[in-house]
């Protein structure tokens, strides 16, 4: 992707709402702060989560009990309007999740600005819920349904799956 493409691809379009990419170099300090030793990671600091696939996306996640903030690469298949079959269609994704417990199977929900890297959908805001729970040792999977809505009034509902890997040393 060209220069001009990537810096096209990063803002909002949609009446004169600010700059996306104002909040990008502040979701890649906060991921780039995070504790990466298993040290780090007892007691009371964040857990560092290494995310695979579509949910929340394929990315980071801090987790500070029950409460995450990720950041990511998130693909997905979409139609546009007149199209019969649908084309993978990328984002970069930054959120919050609020899960029901920090630890065992939880309910979870899951806001975030969707920042399209494709000319055929718009940036918007991506919501998912669903439900994680614990496939064994540090990793983990999710299960959920996630909205779309572009801020050009598009609006997509698709299944959202993944996996979630512990990093460092438990609690």
Known sequence: MSNPQLHRALRFTHTGL????????????????????AEAQQGNGPQVYLTVFRNPSSGIELRFGKIGVHAGFYPTILKADNETKG??????????????????????????VAVSLDKRFKSGIFTDAGVRGRLGGPVAGRLGVGMLNTFDGELRVNPTVGLDVRLGGKR
């Open 87 to 112: 084309k993978n269609t990328n984002f970069l994704r930054f959120g919050t999740t609020f899960y029901t417990s920090a630890e065992r199977t939880a309910l979870y929900v899951s806001p975030s």
């Open 18 to 37: 600010p700059m996306l990419r104002s909040l990008i170099p502040a979701a890649l300090v906060l991921v780039l702060l995070a504790p990466h030793s």
